[in-house]
């Protein structure tokens, strides 16, 4: 029988060998994929690049640590022989019982109230634990920073070893920031100000003895790889975004972090892009879908009201010959466009948050339009990226005070990991056919509000078709009500004919 051996290099990789060298052909195949969208880079359409992503590298026998799991069910599906090395069996799991007690040991505050885990963030915690690697799918809303939270404390009270925590933006590692040190605080056991560190532009990377580090990929990808020596464990935060090439430099150069936590809302549906980040953390976890924690309470109840904007046929024919970025150019600027979308913002009653996608030529016009149409002192706030991290933070515990404020914010800034409790709108106004940017945004909206009122979800779209021809966008629209019917959610179409 042919056999394939399987060697541990460090905690990032493994060599896989065989004396059949057909046998590493195939396995070579198997884990061999187009990247998403490869028939449009630029390699591939000079013929630099085939678009192949081969995540097994046929000369030095590497492949990354975390499929390791799918390089068995390789063989076993061939009937393959396989010989591990000791290193990959040794590991003694803790029991879930055991990671329980420790859950239960800890006083978990959420404001000036003491929580409780809930069953499935305790299971969560709880597998990624004891299976030491883990890609946690888990939505929006669900509390995904406790899980972490409790992992991360469980590491620190059994190994001697630092985490490293990975956010894609600034915000987000003052938010996370701020979410342990409120789950702390009455926690005489952690100090969350001298036990975690933060690095983002202009924060000291080495002079430090935190043993928790916050930090985006930007700036950690800059650090010399002796660097993340230190790390037992790595959290990849918002982790669809780990298929990033910076982010596998990071997690490659985490060669002592035995526990690898990825933890994100949802996938992009890329086989390319999910092997990925299972080769950086490990198989997938799923934990509940977004429909069963709006069933049970947990998350607001959602409305989405899919609103097409019909136009003339004069601007119809004109955008029908049009590319998509020119398409995208005439949608942010067109007046009656922008119009409409300013005063469905301030029709609302309670806090509103607008989403946009370019910055000068859509965020700022729409931000002043919105201004010049209020006739009260309605809080109007903006943010892209040039609103810095800690002015960010502070609009956002604003909203959640406020009871009929409008944030015009960039996608960027305001889609990922931003949490606000006290939202009860949410408009895109601008066009996006990205199953993990939708879900993202109207997450925003999920966590229940003071008063429970439901969460409605404004999804803006437009028809330029013309003849036979759909126009981008349109086609991007319907793909995002294909997702809404996925995920159960309650949606109806609207037609609006605009001058």
């Known amino acids: 029988m042919s056999q394939l051996r399987i060697h541990k290099i460090d905690e990032s ?76 069996t040794s590991r003694v799991p803790p029991t879930v019982e055991e990671l329980n007690a420790f859950a239960a040991g800890l006083k978990i505050m959420g404001g000036d109230k003491e929580i409780t885990p809930r069953d499935y963030q305790l299971n ?49 590692v003052e938010q996370m920031t701020k979410d342990f040190a409120d789950y702390s605080s009455e926690d005489e056991g952690f100090d969350a100000e001298s036990e975690i560190h933060k690095i983002y532009s202009g924060k000291e ?35 669809h975004l780990f298929k990033a090439k910076s982010l ?12 690898r936590i990825g933890t994100t809302g949802t996938l992009d549906g890329s086989t ?38 019909k136009h003339n046929d004069e601007l119809k024919k004109s955008v029908s010959k049009m590319d998509y970025k020119s398409e995208i150019d005439v949608i942010a600027g067109l007046p009656s466009r922008n119009n409409f979308i300013a005063k469905l913002a ?3 009653t309670g806090n509103t948050l607008v989403l ?36 960010r933070e502070e609009i956002r515990e604003i909203t959640e005070k406020e009871k009929n404020a409008i944030i015009v914010a960039s996608v960027g800034t305001f889609s990922t990991g931003i949490n606000i409790k006290n939202l009860h709108q949410i408009i895109f106004a601008s066009p996006t056919k990205s199953q993990i940017r939708v879900l993202q945004s109207i997450g925003r909206g999920l966590r229940k509000s003071d008063n429970g009122s439901r969460t409605t979800v404004y999804d803006i779209s437009d028809d330029f078709s013309w003849k036979k021809k759909k126009n981008y966008t349109m086609q991007h629209a319907i793909d995002r009500v294909k997702i809404y019917a996925k995920e159960q959610f309650d949606y109806k179409l609207y037609e609006i004919k605009l001058p």
């Open 272 to 309: 390319c892009n999910e092997r990925v980040l299972i080769g950086n953390f490990g198989p997938v976890h799923k934990v509940i879908s977004t429909k069963e924690l709006i069933d049970n309470n947990t998350l607001a109840d959602l409305k989405v009201k899919c609103i097409v904007l």
């Open 124 to 172: 969560a915690y709880s597998h990624a634990c004891s299976e030491g690697r883990s890609l946690i799918i888990s939505p929006t809303g669900s509390g995904k920073s406790l899980i972490i939270y409790l992992a991360v404390r469980w590491f620190l009270e059994h190994y001697d070893d630092s985490v490293l925590i990975v956010v894609p933006t600034t915000s987000l």
């Open 13 to 88: 990789s493994l060599r896989v060998v065989s004396d059949d060298s057909g046998i590493l052909m195939e396995l070579s195949e198997h884990f061999t994929f187009y990247a998403e969208g490869y028939k449009f880079m630029p390699a591939v359409r000079n013929k630099m690049w085939d678009g192949k992503v081969r995540l097994y590298d046929s000369r030095t026998g590497k492949l990354p640590y975390g499929l390791l799991f799918e390089v068995l069910k390789f063989a076993n599906a061939r009937q393959y022989s396989v010989a591990l090395d000791e290193a990959l």
């Open 205 to 239: 990377k080495h002079d430090f003895n935190s043993r928790i580090v916050i930090t985006t990929w930007q700036s950690a990808v800059t650090c010399e790889k002796s660097w993340f020596r230190r790390y037992g464990m790595v959290v990849g935060d918002e982790a």
């Open 356 to 391: 946009f996608n370019l910055v000068e030529k859509h965020g700022k016009p729409l931000y002043a339009l919105i201004n010049s149409f209020s006739l009260d002192d309605r809080k109007i706030f903006y943010v892209s990226g040039e609103v810095n991290a800690s002015d």
């Open 346 to 348: 301030l029709d609302q």
């Open 248 to 259: 596998n430099t990071i997690m490659a150069a985490c060669v002592n972090a035995s526990y």
